[in-house]
């Protein structure tokens, strides 16, 4: 099975940086996704990582270290939509059709 | 492009009640999944269907719920008869194939509240 951890919440300032880790446990680790979910909507894609590295894409990041078992997403310049819940995914090569399994979210609160 | 459409997007039954959700995923996406989210918690997959063939239902409490995905487009879940636990919001979601990188695309969900 999987073990996907990331801290319940974080709470921040409008216009700081954010880090919210994500640590898993995975015997046929095949990628790494994060998504972003506002309060009753739908989770969105933000990310995807599947080798070694950072992953930029505007003021979003993500970061990957297979060897630890280790992500982080990195939210710059915050805005106060980024209020949201953030989660981190696995998918493992091992489960039946590259299965996706969640972690719990972590809920972002902005403040001005 | 239209994303993944859900409905109903609310719905309140009485427990021992039926339920019904209906997806219609991305157009061209072959991989159709139900996820459940309680308050709080990640989506956990219920079912995934690869064209119209379920091929992982393991998560797939079968004694109350059922699903189908008639003709590999729409998809059906059903949950009969409800208890107070399945409260929880049903997301659906959607992706060209199932190796690889290929991303799910989320619906909005159908929340729903047993009484």
């Known amino acids: 099975g999987q073990n996907i951890d990331q801290p319940t919440e974080m709470t921040a300032t409008e216009g700081a940086i954010v880090q919210i880790n994500c640590t898993y446990q995975?015997?046929?680790?095949?990628?790494l996704f994060w998504y972003q979910q506002h309060a009753g909507e739908a989770p969105t894609f933000l990310s995807y990582n599947v080798l070694d590295g950072l992953e930029e894409k505007g003021r979003f990041s993500s970061f990957l270290s297979r060897s630890k078992g280790y992500s982080y997403l990195l939210l710059k310049e915050l805005q106060m939509k980024d209020s949201a819940s953030y989660l981190c995914?696995?998918?493992?090569?091992?489960?039946?059709?590259?299965?996706?399994?969640f972690g719990g979210g972590t809920r972002v609160l902005v403040k001005p | 492009e239209a994303g993944v459409v859900q409905s109903p997007r609310y719905k309140i039954i009485e427990k021992k009640q039926p339920v019904a959700f209906w997806c219609n995923p991305i157009?061209?996406?072959?991989?159709l999944y139900w996820y459940r989210q309680n308050l709080g918690q990640g989506p956990e997959l219920l079912i995934r269907?690869?064209?119209?063939?379920?091929?992982?239902d393991s998560q797939l409490p079968k004694d109350r719920f059922s699903a189908e995905r008639l003709k590999g487009v729409d998809s059906t879940l059903k949950i009969q008869p409800a208890e107070l636990g399945d409260s929880a919001v049903y997301l659906c979601a959607s992706s060209s194939t199932s190796g690889g990188g290929e991303t799910q695309y989320f619906g909005p969900g159908t929340r729903l509240l047993v009484l």
């Open positions: 995975t015997s046929g680790f095949n990628g």
């Open positions: 995914a696995v998918r493992d090569l091992k489960a039946a059709g590259n299965k996706l399994t």
């Open positions: 269907y690869e064209n119209e063939e379920a091929v992982d």
């Open positions: 157009s061209g996406h072959n991989t």
